[in-house]
């Protein structure tokens, strides 16, 4: 693999990306003052038609690093898929298409569609043959669609693999590879991981033509001065552990994370 390393120009703003007018309206709107280092260094290579491999965790802005340049070269005439995410889970892959509805809010006539296993077939279906021009999809139930010839990826212009390493992880890799075999030679490819085991190097040595590599260091870096702790409990005992910890610890305030929308709104109401 030929790859160079790009450097973040983390002084351009949206304007020296040369994004087209609906969409720096938009960043305006969401109040984004400028592209943080991952968007500098991304936009211009996928603009420009280039492989990536972009090595950046959640938090860095990675999201708008690739749905920003890709949006803008969408050809919103036509309604085949020009673009496909395959994302490791149905929430990823709900929140990536959230994330391209809201950055294309005044291009007219854009689709995006999320496509993941456990939903019913009926409404991807007549989604898909209404038009969309972005799919955001997890890996199975992309092939699934594949297989079944209702998602025709004939006309695709790029492909962008979110969290790969997390597809690894959870068993996908031989679906993604599924994927890449059948989309057109000609696409673009972009994949981001947090990490980059061998097997994602491989897929990107395989895959990715003299792709530029960018990596991002992380920015939930912890502070020197966090003491980290933790307790091990199991889930039913997670409720009274917590407010043993509310309990005992002296604080002004907190901030809890949870793993769901669900169980965060749970936990708040508890
Ligand atoms: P991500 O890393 O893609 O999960 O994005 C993290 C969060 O940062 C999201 O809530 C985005 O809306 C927000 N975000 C992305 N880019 C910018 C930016 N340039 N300025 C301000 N917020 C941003």
Redesign the pocket.
Known sequence: MTSETAAPAPSST?RDLALIAPLLRK?DE???????P??AATIPLLLAGKDVIGQ??????????FALPLLNKLDLSKTKPQVLVLAPTRELAI?VAE?FQ?YATHLPGFHVLPIYGGQSYGPQLSALKRGVQVIVGTPGRVIDHLERGSLDLSALRCLVLDEADEMLRMGFIDDVETVLKKVPATRQVALFSATMPSQIRRIAQTYLKDPVEIAIKSTTATAANIRQRYWMVSGVNKLDALTRILEAEPFDGMLVFARTKLGTQELAEK
Do not use: S
């Open positions: 949206f960043l969401l109040g984004y003052e400028l592209p943080t991952i968007q950046a965790q959640t938090g860095t802005g990675k999201t708008a690093a929140q994330a809201k």
